[in-house]
């Protein structure tokens, strides 16, 4: 008799366990993935909708920057053009002798042969500096640092400098120079500029061995007169007239044009007389060597006098002070 042995087989299902082990380990399903998926969309939408009123922002700001430098652009432009017209209406009008000496009848009058003895001939010497060349100042971080506020130190350079080249009395200076008594004297700032007009120009110039005297009050036809006789002034266009407002040098001019010295980037060199009246309102400041003080004096008693002759009388008998300013 045999015997037979069943063998029971376990069915085995390898596949399903390991679904079992994925489920159990927290693998997501469909419906989550679908869910995961949505909350990133919305998440991505909140991400751009907030980011739009930032690029709105940002979008306005470089427009208006645009903007901004291109009307500064056309302004520059503008006035160098202008500058140049006139520049080169004067050389012209030189070549065909129409221009005056001077920036009147009165002042036609004045150029006499007695006066050249008390003329001088610094401003026809007179040489710009530029006040924003990196040259001009004892390192970059001090030109960085003054370089738009120095008008009035390169003003008294280019004076200076001219009065030494003519009677061979000094060296040639740089803004740096004057720059350190300037502000060694508390009379310069470089939020400000020069501070206090007349009286900042005459104690840093006395340092240079130059005397000065403030003219403010005289007339426009005086003021070129006394550039024309060759000596250089100092005007101020107050901030009023002027954006933060700018000291540059009067060499003289005629019926119709003042002529400069400017150390701005602009480099204006001819102004219409209107034009230069309309930011100039008086203010003057000459600066010699002592040594032609005395000659000065003489020069400026003649114009006095020719002022007094041709200025209208107040309605009691005195002279107008604005008009014909006394004598030193």
């Not at 029971?8 to 159990?24: F, G, L, W």
């Not at 050389?91 to 005056?100: K, M, N, W, Y």
């Not at 502000?183 to 006395?206: C, V, W, Y």
């Not at 407002?245 to 060499?251: A, D, K």
Request: with cysteine.
């Amino acid at each position: 008799m045999s015997m037979s042995v069943h063998v029971i087989k376990e069915r085995r299902e390898p596949r399903q366990a390991p679904r079992i082990q994925r489920a159990s380990l927290g693998r997501p399903g469909r419906s989550s993935r679908f869910r995961h998926a949505r909350e990133a969309r919305g998440a991505t939408i909140w991400r751009k909708l907030l980011m739009l009123p930032l690029l709105v922002v940002l979008s306005l700001v470089l427009v208006v920057t645009v903007i901004s430098i291109a009307s500064r652009s056309t302004a520059i432009y503008r006035v160098t053009l202008t500058n140049l017209s006139f520049q080169l209406d004067v050389q012209q009008r030189a070549r065909t002798g129409a221009l005056s000496s001077t920036g009147s009848t009165r002042g036609k009058q004045q150029a006499t042969a007695g006066d050249a003895r008390f003329t001088a001939r610094a401003s026809a010497t007179l040489v710009r500096i530029n006040q924003l060349d990196t040259h001009q100042y004892a390192s970059l971080q001090q030109g960085n640092l003054w370089s738009p506020s120095t008008c009035s130190a390169a003003s008294m350079t280019e004076i200076i400098n001219a009065y030494n080249a003519t009677y061979h009395r000094g060296p040639q200076y740089h803004i740096r120079d004057i720059l350190q008594i300037e502000n060694q004297l508390g009379e310069i700032t470089p939020d400000l500029g020069m501070l206090h007009g007349a009286t900042s120009i005459s104690r840093t110039t006395s340092h240079f061995g130059f005397v000065s005297r403030d003219l403010s009050g005289l007339s426009l036809d005086d003021l070129l007169a006394v550039g024309n006789g060759g000596y250089p002034v100092i005007v101020n266009f107050p901030p009023d007239t002027w954006s933060g407002g700018h000291f540059l040098i009067v060499l003289g001019g005629d019926h119709t044009y003042v002529h400069l010295a400017d150390s701005s980037r602009l480099n204006m060199q001819y102004m219409n007389r209107t034009k230069f009246q309309s930011y100039w309102e008086g203010s003057a400041v000459v600066a010699m060597p002592k040594s032609l003080q005395g000659q000065f004096q003489q020069f400026y008693a003649q114009l006095h006098n020719a002022g007094q002759q041709n200025t209208p009388k107040t309605a009691n008998g005195a002279y107008s002070s604005r008009q014909s300013p006394g004598p030193l």
